[in-house]
């Protein structure tokens, strides 16, 4: 009766499991994304399969699957499967895990697999705890992290592990993932709701499938109304996810990315912001903002404000290590910082010039008092011969010429007044006037 009773306990428990449990899988195969760890022949997949697994870390934002992958290694390995979440689990517990895995290995000769989710939620001394035993061999861990484990994870115990990093899931992955629901549950989608369900993923496989959940239950609930089948509208997606779409065709694309850059060019943050927000709200892919704000810096700032390259850059970085929603804080105050900065497009006029001269004449080469002195028998070919060191002279420059005759008289480069380029100006008319060097 016991056996019986247990057996429909979980028959309900998997009819009411959320969408995304029941869909999780059970195969590297049917995993979705992290291609470059599970794809044919990567070096975790050849692991998995082959039962060689030894400790491993498995780091990425929520939703990527580490607990996915944990639970398919178990179902791939002759050894014994443990599971532990730091959240709730104290040194008792892994001593108790230990215990366990000592009394297997000496009766069985079977050896224990440690998945510890959360592993960055264990303080040092709870990491010490595990250590002589994943040394040791005894306990196989893999620990599952969506911090950096260089900050989070114990030195030693990560030094004895390998780290695999998992990938937030791009649209591809997520459209596949809201394919594979609707076929589950027998139901289909608009293509607008389609999109607009992988476009607000942010990376975050388990987030989709649990929005679409949502999105199917609505459907079905009008259909059993009207009779139909369940189809999910852009309407259901919308209140799946609390968001309204934002119409954006691929015309729209470029026309708010060019009212985008104009907008910061012109120095006008409030319609910097405005469009940002545009294109985040219409599920623009903020690498593709990232990328034109870190352009934006050298082609439209410059060097009236050097700063504004870090900044950009920065912004860029932040994209990549947080992910939306919070990397769009990083990308307004970049936006920001952009549209205050001073103005200066003269190192990409520079840039032009310098281009078109190397293509238009024809060049002597390098001088020889510029070229490679170093190697034996370079100074038999007068290579470096009249080279001026500027850290021997006490301004720190000489007046030297360091390119070709046909084209020293060029300027390329006229620093404009803005800026830190009023300062780059004066230095450059002052050594343009200065005596010839003693």
């Known amino acids: 009766m016991d056996d019986l009773f247990s057996s429909s306990v979980e028959d309900q428990l998997s009819r009411r499991a959320p969408l995304a449990d029941r869909l999780r899988p059970r195969t590297l195969d049917d995993i979705v994304g992290q291609q470059h760890l599970v794809g044919p022949g990567q070096p975790l997949r050849v692991l998995i399969e ?102 989070e994870v114990n030195p030693p115990l990560l030094s004895r592990s390998t780290l695999f990093r998992l990938e937030s899931l791009g649209p591809d992955a997520a459209r596949e993932l809201i394919a594979k629901g609707l076929a589950a549950e027998g139901a289909s ?81 409030d319609a910097g912001l405005y469009w940002l927000a545009t294109m985040l709200e219409a599920g623009e892919d903020a690498r593709f903002i990232a990328r034109r704000l870190v ?59 310098a281009r078109a001269a190397v293509r238009e004449r024809p060049s002597s080469g390098v001088p020889a008092h510029l070229r490679d002195a170093h190697y034996q028998g370079a100074s038999r070919l007068g290579h470096g011969s009249g ?16 390119r070709p005759p046909e084209v020293a008289d060029q300027v390329y480069y006229e620093p404009s007044g803005h800026g830190r380029e009023r300062e780059i100006a004066q230095r450059m008319a002052e050594r343009r006037s200065s005596e010839e060097p003693r």
């Open 50 to 151: 082959a039962d060689r697994l030894s400790s491993v870390i498995l780091w990425g934002p929520p939703g990527t699957g580490k607990t996915t992958l944990a639970r398919v290694i178990a179902g791939h390995t002759a050894k014994a499967f443990e599971t532990l979440s730091a959240v709730t689990a104290g040194v008792k517990d892994v001593r108790d895990v230990v215990a366990r895995a000592q009394q297997r290995l000496g009766e069985r000769q079977q050896g224990t697999i440690l998945f510890l989710d959360e592993v960055h939620r264990f303080n040092k001394a709870q990491q010490d705890a595990l250590l002589p035993s994943v040394e040791s061999g005894l306990l196989i861990l893999i620990g599952a992290t969506t911090e950096n484990p260089y900050f």
């Open 189 to 269: 989608a608009d293509d607008d709701a389609i999109e607009h369900l992988a476009g607000r993923a942010n990376g975050d496989g388990r987030h989709t499938l649990t929005s679409l959940d949502v999105a199917i239950a609505l459907a079905q609930q009008r259909a059993a109304g009207e009779g139909g089948g369940a189809l999910v509208t852009l309407a259901d997606a919308e209140a799946a996810l609390g968001t309204k779409a934002l119409r954006y065709g691929r015309d729209d694309h470029y026309d708010v990315i060019s009212a985008f850059i104009k907008s910061i060019r012109g120095s006008d943050i």
């Open 295 to 353: 352009i934006l810096a050298s082609e439209d700032v410059g060097e009236a404000d050097p700063l504004s390259l870090l900044v950009a850059t920065a912004a860029a970085q932040a994209v990549e290590y947080v992910g939306l929603p919070e990397a769009q804080l990083n990308l307004a105050q970049a936006v920001v910082h952009l549209a205050a900065a001073p103005k200066s497009n003269r190192s990409t006029v520079a840039i032009g010039r």
């Open 387 to 402: 080279y001026e060191y500027p850290h021997d002279d006490p301004r720190g420059w000489v007046p030297q010429e360091h």
